[in-house]
């Protein structure tokens, strides 16, 4: 008897699924398809509100190329990442797209990105392109996890203006790096190495009521996308007369 009409869909369907989790489990570099609309402001730049808690930094942030993300933000640990995403479409596109940094979440039409205006032109082979492809709104794209790479910037800690020394600190990091996520921080101490894990309050603002007092010493735990953890102490200590809306520089790069 011949096989049905019925089983050989399931089959054909059940191969692709596998096709495509051997491609995820073997490639974590694969580019993975979506779709990519922008904000609807008049402005070029990102959003100053958005919900990963960078405020206005936020907005010029890899100069402007920043992105909404939907399921990527997972909880506000995907604050940060970096992705390169391009259109589809390569009459309009080119291969290498944009990357981006994402610091906000939501979604529109089914979109894994809502990017900047400026990040989603720059996806066009020309600026003259750039106007036909933002007159289409939402596009279909690829994209994938790349390092974040700032040049000449260390990791910069930003404490928050609602912090109120000694009693609750509150800061954003700035300029995460590379391609991992930062699951966990600590403060420590310096003299008498007592340590304290904050809380991820929302997005990358990590906040903690009665810090640990005297210069302290940041650790922020990477995570890959294997699941191994490395704790990055840097150089420099948060100084023990901290104050809201100061920043300080960790004087770390982290490149991996
Ligand atoms: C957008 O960001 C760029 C890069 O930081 C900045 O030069 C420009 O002034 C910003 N544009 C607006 C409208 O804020
Ligand atoms: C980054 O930190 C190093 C110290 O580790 C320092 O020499 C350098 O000036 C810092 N870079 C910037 C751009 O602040």
Redesign the pocket.
Known sequence: MAPSLQFLLFLSGTLLFMQTAAEAAACSDCFIHSRAAYYPNS???GTNTGRCGYGSFG??LN??DVSTVSDLYRDGVGCGACYQVRCTNSYYCTDKGVTVVVTDQGSSHNTDFILSR?AFGRMAQTTYVAASLLALGVVDVEYRRVSCSYPNKNITIKIDENSNYPYYLGFVIWHQQGRRDITAVQLCETQNFVCKLLDRSYGAVWTTTSPPSGPLSLRMLFTDEDGDETWVVPVNNIPNDWKAGQTYDTGVQVNS
Request: net charge negative; charged share 40%; proline share 0%.
């Open positions: 402005d070029a730049n907005a010029t100069d402007g400026r």
